[in-house]
């Protein structure tokens, strides 16, 4: 296995492992799926994230195929939409964030077409229909192109539109804060998925349930993280992030984005990491 599998199989047992208020994780299941689900998921998807042969759309679909057919359900289509890109950019060589604005542009209707056929397969909640580029209709654009058409309404999208600036910018900072507070994980986990659900409403719940309630979990999501980013010890924390998760998974909240954000973040992290040392790992 090469080091980005390991490395996007260890970010997304970081993200599982971490108290994430309404989204599924080692304290508790949620929304009819499992931790163990989760931590499957990312060993089967691993190989087709990384496969260094594989276009970006390739190892979107490889990727989907592979969760359904080992936990058929809808575990990780975000996480592996996100990852996928920063692991073809970290196997470029060279800085991250440039070598992924490169992969970004050279994304092709190809790519769009089998990012497509994945969303498909993985029938998200709330997919519906899209007035320009549904992904039931061949495409006709790029799977930037595409992306940059929904960015307005999906989080995930706009990380295509933007070159991730959520995860290099929010993700990273608030990453690296909770580490330099002397944090052993899995609080600087906690504090990405915090910044992300404080920092803007999730387009999951968004889309699911309008966008006055993702603002609302937003509001409260301000409230928990300033008083979570104020504790010298975070487990002290624990029973709050506890009872917010169980509030919302009673309302049927699921902030799948920023628990997908906080993947791709933890990621990024790494691959970084992984290029201090092998520029053209692959």
């Known amino acids: 296995m090469t080091e980005i599998a390991e490395a996007f199989i260890a970010s997304c047992r970081d993200e599982i492992e971490a108290p994430k208020p309404g989204n599924v994780h080692i304290f508790a299941a949620g929304h009819g799926m499992t931790a163990q689900e989760f931590l499957r998921s990312a060993e089967v998807s691993a190989p087709a994230i990384s496969d260094p042969s594989a276009s970006v759309g390739q190892r979107i679909l490889g990727a989907i195929e592979a ?17 996928a890109p920063l692991a073809k950019a970290a196997q470029a060589g060279g800085a991250l964030r440039p070598a992924l604005k490169s992969v970004l542009a050279e994304l092709t209707r190809a790519d769009a077409a089998a990012a497509f056929r994945a969303i498909l397969r993985a029938s998200p909640a709330g997919l519906g229909d899209a007035p320009r580029h549904d992904v039931r209709d061949a495409p006709d654009v790029t ?6 058409a929904a960015a307005d309404r999906d989080r995930i999208a706009f990380q295509y539109a933007s070159n991730f600036i959520d995860v290099f910018e929010t993700g990273l900072s608030a990453l690296a804060a909770a580490r330099g507070r002397g944090w ?6 906690v504090e990405v998925y915090l ?8 387009s999951h719940i968004a889309r699911k349930k309008g966008p006055e309630i993702a603002a609302a979990v937003q509001s409260e999501a301000k409230d928990l993280r300033n008083r979570f980013v104020g504790f010298s010890n975070p487990s002290d924390a624990l029973p709050e992030l506890l009872s917010f998760d169980q509030r ?5 909240l699921n902030p799948g984005t920023s628990a997908d954000l906080t993947v791709a973040t933890v990621f990024a992290d790494r691959l970084a990491r992984i290029l201090i040392y092998r520029p053209n790992d692959g």
């Open 184 to 189: 052993k994980e899995p609080w600087p986990t």
């Open 67 to 83: 969760t359904w057919a080992s936990v058929g359900t809808n575990t990780n289509l975000g996480i592996v939409l996100l990852c």
């Open 195 to 202: 910044a992300f659900l404080a920092g803007f409403p999730d």
């Open 248 to 252: 919302l998974k009673t309302a049927r």
């Open 143 to 148: 799977l930037l192109e595409a992306m940059q």
